[in-house]
Nanobody
Framework: VQLQASGGGLVQTGNSLRLSCVTS??????YGWFRQAPEKEREFVAA???????YYRDSVKGRFTISRDNAKNTVYLQMDSLKPEDTATYYC????????????????????WGQGTQVTVSS
């Protein structure tokens, strides 16, 4: 199993970025995006099930959109109206557990992780 994240960068407040996570190694019950800022714990950002149901942390609702392209084995995180507080290293994750719906926001529930991609939003 491999997850390859990309798409981070340096942008100004209010701008957009789209993160991509290419997966290989089979199918998964669900996928998640997490982020970690310096000296802070890793936190849940968004998740999407294999069927396409999506979930978001409150602070990104209405600004971020998670989606999947099954043909490309890729999960996306479209981030609009970015704020300085969105600055962090973003990680994609995937898991195959059958009860994923009950744990999609918990980082420790994901068995597979990609490398991080840095997102920096300047004020």
């Amino acid at each position: 199993v491999q997850l390859q994240a990309s798409g981070g960068g340096l942008v100004q407040t209010g701008n957009s970025l789209r993160l991509s996570c290419v997966t290989s190694g089979g199918t998964f019950s669900g996928y998640g995006w997490f982020r970690q800022a310096p000296e802070k714990e890793r936190e849940f950002v968004a998740a999407i099930s294999r069927s396409g149901r999506s979930y978001y942390r409150d602070s990104v609702k209405g600004r971020f959109t998670i989606s999947r392209d099954n043909a490309k084995n890729t999960v996306y995180l479209q981030m609009d109206s970015l704020k300085p507080e969105d600055t962090a290293t973003y990680y994609c994750a995937a898991d195959r557990r059958s009860d994923w719906y009950g744990y999609f926001s918990e980082a420790e529930s994901y068995a597979y992780w990609g490398q991080g991609t840095q997102v920096t939003v300047s004020s």
